[in-house]
């Protein structure tokens, strides 16, 4: 039994999640392997749940947001050790030779792009194996539910904030208060902007205030836009919710040369040129980051006491944590704990 290990696996598209027993993997040359410690439930493991991605390879594992221990190391793997706590995220690797990697564009990598529990199998068990350029060292101050979220929901929100133009003292909104918006809030007060919260209703106030908003904009009470624009406008908007209508409701509540940073899935939006173009404005989309990315994620996180508050459940009821994340219900990221 000890070369054993449990995992929640999906068999085929549209199946159940499904605890299993399967061998421990041996990491071949260049990957490690890692004893999971804790592992975050993400909306985008749904395309694997459901088979909306192009390619998946069944039974897989489910889960990139995964922190752990080096427990073995594939053959020129020199740069970690035995025991060191890591974490692996979304982006789970790269060729590191075509001309994107080449330029530094590791994300849009032609050749060999990974994703984590995609690609190859994640978090969602008591061992997962990973490319070693994939990894990223998770500080001794964060502990494992705590630092899980933070490798998707949080460097997502944080790279994208850090790499929106915004200044210290800008206005930056965030639109919506969920899974990422809660993250978005707390990094656009640390990193010292003018943080604004935009969600529906009164009562999510209270939270936004809590997180660090310095205002508070009720989108059902409220005309988003006009109330930014009391503001002065919004150099940037983080753009954290899934509906495409919520968004486009935002773009006049733009300062000019502002910024809408998109990283919701939403299917679609619709965008007023006209607004664009008396505004200078822009419209960026960005995806999370790279192992050294959520390593600044996770150490900004300690400086500031940036946290992400999850629900935890033990490996076994991975089916119940990941129906309780697609509700939607959830307060506000949902966090697989092993041996819990
Ligand atoms: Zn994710
Ligand atoms: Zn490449």
Redesign the pocket.
């Known amino acids: 039994m000890a070369n054993k290990m449990k995992v929640a696996q999906v068999t085929r598209a549209g199946g159940p999640i499904e605890i299993v027993e399967r061998p421990i993997p041996e990491p071949p040359a260049d990957w490690v392997r890692i004893k999971v410690q804790a592992c975050g439930v993400c909306h985008s493991d749904s395309l694997v749940k459901e088979g909306h991605w192009p390619g998946i390879q069944y039974p897989r594992v489910p889960g990139h947001e995964v922190i752990g221990l080096i427990d073995a190391l594939g053959q020129g793997v020199t740069q970690f050790k035995m025991g060191q706590r890591v974490g692996v995220g979304w982006h789970g690797g790269?060729?590191?030779?075509?001309d994107?990697?080449r330029r530094g564009d590791?994300f849009a990598?032609?050749?060999?792009?990974k994703i984590t529990g995609l690609s190859f199998d994640g978090g969602y068990g008591e061992y997962l194996i990973a490319p070693s350029i994939a990894i990223a060292r998770v500080p001794d101050e964060m502990s494992a539910v705590d630092g899980a979220p933070l490798l998707c929901a949080g460097i997502t929100t944080f790279n994208a904030l850090r790499n929106s133009g915004a200044r210290a003292g800008d206005t930056v909104a965030v639109l919506g208060l969920g899974g990422l918006g809660h993250l978005g809030v707390q990094y656009a007060r640390k990193m010292g902007f003018r943080a604004v919260g935009i969600a529906r209703g009164k009562d999510k106030e209270p939270l936004a205030r809590e997180l660090g908003a310095y205002h508070y904009i009720d989108s059902q009470a409220q005309d988003p836009a006009a109330e930014l624009k009391k503001l002065g406008g919004a150099k940037v908007i983080l753009a954290t919710v899934t509906a495409g209508d919520a968004m486009s409701a935002v773009q006049a509540g733009l300062a000019p040369n502002g910024k809408l940073m998109v990283i919701g899935a939403a299917q679609s939006m619709q965008v007023s040129p006209l607004l664009m173009i008396g505004g200078k404005q822009e419209i960026q989309g960005w995806y999370s980051g790279n192992a050294v990315d959520s390593q600044d994620t996770l150490a900004f996180s300690v400086m500031t006491g940036v946290r992400s508050m999850n629900e935890v459940y033990p490996l076994e009821r991975a089916a119940e944590a990941y129906d309780r994340m697609m509700s939607g219900k959830a307060r506000f990221r949902v966090v697989l704990k092993m041996g819990a």
Not at 94 to 98: E, R, T
Not at 109 to 113: G, I, M, N
């Open positions: 790269n060729c590191g030779h075509c994107n990697c590791f990598c032609t050749v060999d792009l």
